[in-house]
């Protein structure tokens, strides 16, 4: 069990550019989440895919948000025209399908600047 | 008002105190119940989950849900210097978690 894997760990960008994270769930686990942690709070739920179909959105996800997750396996979050207010550590989590499917790991997130 | 209330501390005990941690919710849907471990700069660490009331225990851990009265709580037996975290509650009606900010502990050696 490797765990849930995430890359970049830091990302440093400028406002007005485009980044990009990824996510590896652990492997036998089909469902993903993306959230957001701002400093001093608890994380917030941002998105959720079960195998590759992308099932709800928060309305914390604008426009400029979107992920995917082709093949049911990694997952991509790309985050366009970037702004002060996306600097945030996103964190993704994966659970198992059946049994305690709602126990949902953790990897490290990626710590996102924008200056 | 926030769905889940949890008193961010910070909370200092001494080596081998019993540290208490607790969270409020205001939504009645919820019935899945989690404790966290994070470290700074690190990812969530999930240390209890929980479906139905009462007490739950593993190892030095204890949770406790009481829907009735929607409260959780997490009690640390023979704190360690290790056990310096934030922990952050978490529950679910269906698979989206909402969390609270988190309480932060430092157990002194």
């Known amino acids: 069990d490797t765990g849930v894997s995430q890359n970049p760990r830091h990302k440093i960008t400028k406002r007005g550019q485009n980044v990009t994270f990824r996510c590896d769930p652990i492997?036998?686990?089909?469902?993903l989440y993306w959230y957001r942690q701002t400093l001093g709070q608890g994380p917030e739920f941002l998105t959720y895919?079960?195998?590759?179909?992308?099932?709800?959105k928060s309305r914390l996800l604008s426009d400029r948000f979107s992920a995917e997750r082709p093949k049911g396996s990694f997952s991509t979050l790309e985050i366009q025209r970037t702004e002060q207010g996306d600097s945030a550590m996103y964190l993704c989590a994966s659970s198992r399908r059946g049994g305690a499917k709602l126990e949902q790991f953790f990897g490290p997130g990626t710590r996102l600047t924008v200056l | 008002q926030k769905e889940v209330e949890q008193d961010p501390g910070p909370l200092s005990v001494p080596e081998g105190a019993i540290v208490s941690l607790n969270c409020t919710y205001s939504?009645?849907?919820?019935?899945?119940f989690m404790w966290y471990r994070q470290y700074s700069r690190k990812g969530p660490e999930l240390l209890m989950y929980?479906?139905?009331?009462g007490n739950k225990e593993d190892g030095r851990f204890t949770a406790q849900v009481d829907k009735s009265s929607k409260y959780i709580s997490l009690f640390i037996r023979d704190s360690q210097p290790s056990d310096s975290a934030t922990y952050l509650c978490?529950?679910?009606?269906?698979?989206?978690?909402?969390f609270g900010a988190g309480t932060t502990v430092t157990v002194r050696a």
């Open positions: 492997s036998e686990h089909n469902r």
């Open positions: 939504n009645s849907a919820f019935q899945y």
């Open positions: 929980t479906y139905s009331s």
């Open positions: 895919f079960q195998n590759e179909a992308q099932l709800e």
């Open positions: 978490a529950m679910s009606a269906d698979y989206k978690l909402s």
